[in-house]
């Protein structure tokens, strides 16, 4: 029997409806996100637990690895089920030093959607990120128009079926959707790093999906007072009241917390079932404000 996982939620203009709890896959590389997984049968396992227990949105990339993840993915999983939206992103390339380097020419962007493709083994890729460099944890304004008519182009040549931006602002939202329609925006936020508000809100008002990247911090957990409180209080951890945090923050809130574990996999999707009170959630609201001072 599978979890709820935090209900469902369907892309605009789509058929692809998922369960708002899903799995990124990025930690499967190695360290650094580069080269072979710690253990690669774990990593599969992780893969395989992840989809028996319901989750059926996968986000990755080819240069997650680069190429490593994709190969696991159609490793542990294919042929997929019918159910499974698997969610790439385009824009970057790795270096031979494990650098990421922006890749945006129009040559650059078809041969890096051909080659998740090729390393996942499908005919066209079900959503596409196109990931803004930059600043990582802030979008920087500027014209991405050209960027996504060349995404547009690969739509049209059946490579991609929907479109999603990442690491954007509002205004390249729009720039955006007057070009194509975007059914996703994924950017850094989470309970402690709440600038992007204004934008939650704005992409729930139109039926967008919100995927966090580092809803749990990335590179740096969250760890502040208000949320050891928190889950000492329900009896849960600190990392699941921060991604319960992100459900109930917005119904287009879609969650892709990543491990290379099935332990953590298992605490993360508990979370989709963890409810944060009134009270919980007061105590939660204040932690960006105080982040700020």
């Not at 992103?89 to 962007?109: H, I, M, Q």
């Not at 000492?232 to 969650?255: C, E, F, H, I, S």
Request: proline residues 6%; negative net charge.
């Amino acid at each position: 029997m599978t979890q709820s996982l935090g209900g469902t939620f369907t892309f605009p203009g789509t058929s692809l409806t998922v369960r708002r709890m899903g799995y990124g896959a990025m930690q499967l590389a190695g360290p650094g996100v580069f080269g072979p997984p710690r253990d690669h049968d774990e990593a599969v396992a992780v893969l395989r637990e992840a989809i028996a227990s319901g989750v059926d949105h996968i986000d990755t990339s080819d240069f997650y690895g680069p190429h490593v993840v994709n190969k696991l993915i159609k490793e542990a999983l294919h042929p997929f089920p019918k159910n499974l939206v698997i969610v790439s992103k385009l824009g970057a390339k790795r270096g031979a030093d494990a650098s990421w380097n922006p890749a945006f020419s129009p040559e650059e962007l078809e041969s890096a959607a051909r080659d998740n493709l090729r390393h996942l083994g499908i005919d066209a890729l079900d959503i596409v990120n196109l990931r803004i460099m930059g600043d990582v944890h802030a979008p920087q304004e500027g014209s991405i128009a050209d960027k996504v008519e060349i995404m547009a182009n690969l739509q049209r040549k059946g490579l991609i079926k929907h479109i999603g931006l990442s690491n954007v602002t509002s205004k390249q939202v729009a720039e955006a959707r007057s070009i194509v329609p975007i059914v996703c925006v994924q950017n850094f936020y989470n309970v402690a790093n709440r600038n992007d508000d204004p934008l939650v809100d704005e992409m729930a008002a139109a039926g967008i999906a919100f995927v966090p990247f580092f809803p749990l911090g990335g590179f740096f957990p969250l760890q502040t007072e208000a949320l050891a409180t928190v889950a000492t209080k329900l009896g849960a951890t600190q990392l699941q009241v921060a991604q319960a945090w992100l459900l109930q923050r917005a119904p287009n809130m879609l969650l892709i917390p990543g491990t290379s574990s099935r332990g953590h996999l298992r605490e993360n999707l508990a979370s989709a079932e963890l409810k944060l009170p009134a009270d919980a959630l007061d105590q939660l609201n204040v932690i960006a404000a105080q982040a700020k001072h």
